[in-house]
């Protein structure tokens, strides 16, 4: 289990954090909205009002012995610049912070941020589960509860077909393609051998995938 803060529940934040908590980890969730921190109160290991600019609020929080703090603080851009130059002082050892645009984000980068993402593009469901597992490359929501991830072969699985693995049987998703360099195997059979390097892009309910994922970082 690992230890998440989020800095700022607004929709973006307020995803990433309440998937984090679904995946079985801590979340301490921070914003200067009273009305957001009450909401968020039920929903995460622990919820407080304060200010991101406040570094000494933030040290009082322990934030730097969190193992990842995702600033998701709104459009104001010089908050979530100052909020980061603060994390990094303080020695927090991942900072994930949000950008409204490609300017916002090279300045997020310069002053810390070890990844910058971008809503538009980066869903927080989807931020969340790069986030915890190291082996997953992409995850896509395609509606509630049901998704398509992307996660890199263990050696366990070299020399092995997927029917020897068993995806259905031991986690009930389905195996729909496998990426193996340039080249891309369509609907691969149950005799398909996994090699090293490939890549499998898994479909299924969300809850059967996190077992996969949870599986495949032990």
């Known amino acids: 289990m690992s230890q998440f803060a989020v ?4 929709r ?15 979340v301490l969730a921070i914003d200067s909205n009273e009305a957001r921190v009450r909401e968020m109160a039920d929903q995460v290991t622990h919820a407080v ?15 730097r012995n969190f193992d990842v703090v995702i600033v998701s603080i709104g459009q104001d851009i010089q908050a979530s610049i100052w909020c980061c130059l603060i994390l990094k002082e303080l020695g927090v050892k991942y900072i994930v912070a949000k ?37 997953l490359l992409d995850y896509i929501e395609l509606a509630p509860g049901f998704s398509i991830v992307e996660v ?35 609907a691969p059979g149950a005799d398909d051998v996994i090699q090293e390097g490939d890549v499998l892009v898994a479909i299924g309910e969300d809850r059967q995938l996190e077992k996969m994922e949870h599986s495949l970082d032990e």
């Open 152 to 186: 890199v072969a263990k050696p366990e699985f070299y020399g092995k077909s997927l029917r020897d693995l068993g995806f259905r049987a031991k986690y009930g998703i389905i195996i729909t393609a496998i990426k193996r360099g340039k080249k891309v195997l369509i």
């Open 7 to 10: 800095i700022g529940l607004g």
């Open 12 to 26: 973006f934040g307020a995803s990433v954090a309440t998937n984090l908590v679904r995946m079985g980890h801590e």
């Open 99 to 135: 950008a409204i645009n490609e300017l916002h984000g090279k300045v997020l980068q310069k002053v810390g941020a070890d990844r910058v993402v971008f809503p538009e593009r980066d869903m927080g469901a989807r931020v969340a589960h790069n986030l915890v597992a190291a082996n």
């Open 49 to 63: 009002e304060a200010n991101a600019n406040d570094e000494e609020a933030l040290k009082a929080l322990g934030i």
